[in-house]
């Protein structure tokens, strides 16, 4: 299987601040890293697939990254909305398989 | 729009199987190039992928789980449905359906509709 090393697991952050939150690939996913977004008693909600194509309907502020087997997950400029738990997935191989996750929170 | 809802008992007994179904609404199971698939969330942990079906009628399955899990397509009903068998109280969790999309023009998916997730614990 496919590990993907996500980091940091939690984080608190001030509204309007920029965070980052980024995975990492046990090896080759050729971009097909998707970005979840789950706040809590919710399902999952897709913000990002393929690296760096924004779901419709998400906030400009979401962006992604890639640097070969490392990804970045980007809310520019951070709102009491985004307190959530966010993953990554990869979807090259069977298994696929999440990131462990980072909860977000606001200081 | 489309909307998937997952059904099926909150609690199985330990070495029973398993049955979960998710219905979909505001569109056709079988219309488009789609996954359908499952996944589920201990509570307080991540996500784990447990298997999808295409509407090809082919299937994936986590190699973890494939010894007990079955995964169908009921185009009648516009539904599917999950199957594992000899649960433990490992497999207790909140269970999700959700639908694949794939991009890049490839078979590698995003899943861009889930349901709501259904708690399912096993215990005697």
């Known amino acids: 299987d496919i590990q993907m090393a996500q980091s940091p697991s939690s984080l608190s952050a001030s509204v309007g601040d920029r965070v980052t939150i980024t995975c990492r690939a046990s090896?080759?996913?050729?971009?097909?890293l998707n970005w979840y977004q789950q706040k809590p008693g919710q399902a999952p909600r897709l913000l990002i697939y393929?690296?760096?194509s924004l779901q419709s309907g998400v906030p400009s502020r979401f962006s992604g990254s890639a640097s070969g087997t490392d990804f970045t997950l980007t809310i520019t400029t951070l709102q009491a909305e985004d307190v959530a738990t966010y993953y990554c997935?990869?979807?090259?191989?069977?298994?696929?398989?999440f990131g462990g996750g980072t909860k977000v929170e606001i200081k | 729009q489309v909307q998937l809802q997952e059904s099926g008992p909150g609690l199985v007994k330990p070495s029973q199987t398993l049955s979960l179904t998710c219905f979909v609404s505001?569109?056709?199971?079988?219309?488009?190039?789609?996954?359908w698939v499952w996944l589920r969330q201990p509570a307080g942990k991540g996500l784990e992928w447990i298997g999808r079906?295409?509407?090809?009628?082919?299937?994936n399955y986590n190699p973890s789980l494939e010894s007990r899990v079955t995964v169908s397509l009921d185009t009648s009903k516009n539904q599917f449905s999950l199957k594992l068998n000899s649960v433990t109280a490992a497999d207790t969790a909140v269970y999700y359906c959700?639908?694949?999309?794939?991009?890049?023009?490839?078979?590698?998916?995003?899943?861009?509709?889930w349901g709501q997730g259904t708690a399912v614990i096993v215990s005697s």
């Open positions: 505001g569109g056709s199971i079988s219309s488009a190039t789609r996954y």
């Open positions: 997935q990869q979807s090259y191989s069977i298994p696929q398989t």
């Open positions: 393929g690296v760096y």
């Open positions: 959700a639908r694949g999309f794939p991009y890049s023009g490839s078979y590698r998916d995003a899943l861009d509709i």
């Open positions: 090896r080759t996913i050729n971009n097909y």
């Open positions: 079906i295409y509407t090809s009628g082919d299937t």
